[in-house]
């Protein structure tokens, strides 16, 4: 045999080449396949994953309490206003608002600001928590729930949430194993998840905060309104006392009205004696004298109030009161009577 027909030619060469390739890529297909069954079996059934990964979301969340835990009550403060201020309310792992004001309740129990920061912002980490859930981002939705758990343990809807992710989380192992997705490809669908959630959080969470700012003016504007009437209200009862003050001390500075006076009934009332020097001159007066009527009807006390011509009919006038006699009375009466002199009646 010639050497020509022992030896490949230079131009078989490149297909001996093609064909060793080939064989080699089957046997390093045939190891992956090998090493890809291996991985699922070591993973277990997608329930034991599902199962395994809640486990290292809590282990996660305990850690990261425990880093946090190492700050000081006014770093935890500062730190969750920035965070709240930013629009960081529930993320990212570890610097946001929500885990900041939890290890600041630990530390700080009676706090009302932490308490209040945090009922305001429950509502908004479970919604995040079931929007993580529906774009199959279970690693972020699991952390999420954790938070709901140190948040409140007794939760209503957490073990609603809990468990939807475990079986979402199901369903999309099986969807993935029935799919037969390579590596190269499940990194890249893990890539564009972490995308789509660091994109979908940043934009929820804006409207989150601004829906927060919105409820806090109108809370605040609330309290304002409410403060503002009450206000009010205690100026309004103020006048009121104010006006009833008043309207008492009037009462007590106007007397108040005499008892009507017991009726006089004359028995006897004799006329003055009309002095001499005012007969001969003809000259007429009268005299208003003022008097006391006793019980038993005498008079007392009489005096001239106005005489007119004065000293004139005076004594006259007196002395005829102090004559007159009146029906018994209940009790002493002052009157006035005016008694008229008239040389010709």
Not at 80 to 109: C, W
Not at 287 to 297: N, R, S, W
């Amino acid at each position: 045999m010639s050497v020509n027909n022992q030896l490949p030619t230079w131009r078989a060469l490149p297909r001996l080449a093609l064909a060793a390739a080939l064989i080699l890529a089957i046997a390093a297909c045939g190891k992956d396949d090998a090493a890809q069954q291996g991985d699922t079996a070591a993973a277990g059934s997608p329930a034991e994953s599902a199962a395994a990964a809640s486990e290292a979301a809590a282990e996660q969340a305990a850690a990261q309490a425990n880093a946090l835990a190492e700050l000081s009550v006014d770093e935890l403060r500062e730190r969750g206003r920035t965070a709240y201020a930013e629009s960081r309310l529930y993320a990212p792992a570890g610097d946001n608002a929500l885990e900041y004001y939890l290890a600041l309740r630990e530390k700080s129990p009676g706090d009302a600001a932490v308490a209040s920061a945090l009922t305001d912002l429950m509502p908004m980490l479970v919604i995040a928590t079931e929007q993580a859930r529906d774009r199959e981002d279970f690693e972020e939705s699991r952390r999420l729930a954790a938070l709901v758990a140190r948040a409140d343990a007794n939760h209503p809807a957490l073990q609603r949430l809990t468990a939807s992710i475990d079986s979402a989380d199901e369903t999309a192992q099986r969807r993935v194993a029935q799919q037969a997705l390579s590596a190269e490809q499940e990194a890249e669908r893990q890539r564009q998840l972490a995308e789509e959630r660091e994109r979908t959080q940043a934009e929820q969470q804006r409207q989150a905060a601004e829906q927060l700012a919105q409820q806090q003016v109108a809370e605040r504007e609330a309290a304002e309104r409410a403060e503002a009437e009450r206000v009010a209200a205690e100026q309004r009862a103020a006048e009121q006392r104010a006006a009833e003050q008043r309207q008492a001390q009037q009462a007590a500075a106007t007397p108040a009205p005499a008892a009507a006076a017991p009726t006089l009934r004359p028995l006897s009332t004799p006329a003055p004696r009309y002095p001499v020097e005012a007969l001969r001159a003809s000259q007429s007066g009268e005299v208003q004298v003022e008097f006391t009527v006793a019980p038993d009807g005498s008079v007392s006390d009489a005096r001239v109030v106005r005489a007119n011509p004065a000293r004139v009919f005076d004594r006259e006038a007196v002395a005829a009161v102090r004559r007159w006699r009146f029906e018994p009375v209940s009790e002493p009466v002052t009157t006035r009577r005016t008694i008229a002199f008239n040389p010709g009646g």
